[in-house]
Nanobody
Framework: QVQLVESGGGSVQAGESLRLSCAAS????????LGWFRQAPGKGREGVAT????????RYAYSVQGRFALSHDNSKNILYLQMNMLKPEDTAMYYC???????????????????WGQGTQVTVSS
């Protein structure tokens, strides 16, 4: 059974940084993509960044390129999202998600992610 538990959200000022963590259980590196998605009030859920741990391949949303960085601790199976230069428009509930896949084609299949955590709130004030 896949379980994803997020932590690390909070309230910060614009320009500051946060690091989100997602502890994943029930997944194996070679069979899943992991990723972060977010949903702002009144908006739909959008992909932020995804990783295929088997190859370390990643994909980022254009809006976060150069500011956010994914990393994955293979030994602990923890996914991290380092968020720098945060903007008020980054305010959202952030969700960790997983998609079973035996190739890195899952990196771009953002609408197919089927396992979800409970989310962690990120609030950025100007």
């Amino acid at each position: 059974q896949v379980q994803l538990v997020e932590s690390g959200g909070g309230s910060v000022q614009a320009g500051e940084s946060l690091r989100l963590s997602c502890a994943a259980s029930g997944v194996t590196d070679s069979a899943y993509c992991l990723g972060w998605f977010r949903q702002a009030p009144g908006k739909g859920r959008e992909g932020v960044a995804t990783i295929y741990p088997e190859s370390s391949g990643t994909r980022y949303a254009y809006s976060v390129q150069g500011r956010f960085a994914l990393s994955h601790d293979n030994s602990k199976n923890i996914l991290y999202l380092q968020m720098n230069m945060l903007k008020p428009e980054d305010t959202a509930m952030y969700y960790c998600a997983a998609l079973e896949s035996y190739s890195d084609a899952c990196l771009g299949r953002w609408s197919d992610y089927s396992y979800w955590g409970q989310g962690t709130q990120v609030t950025v004030s100007s």
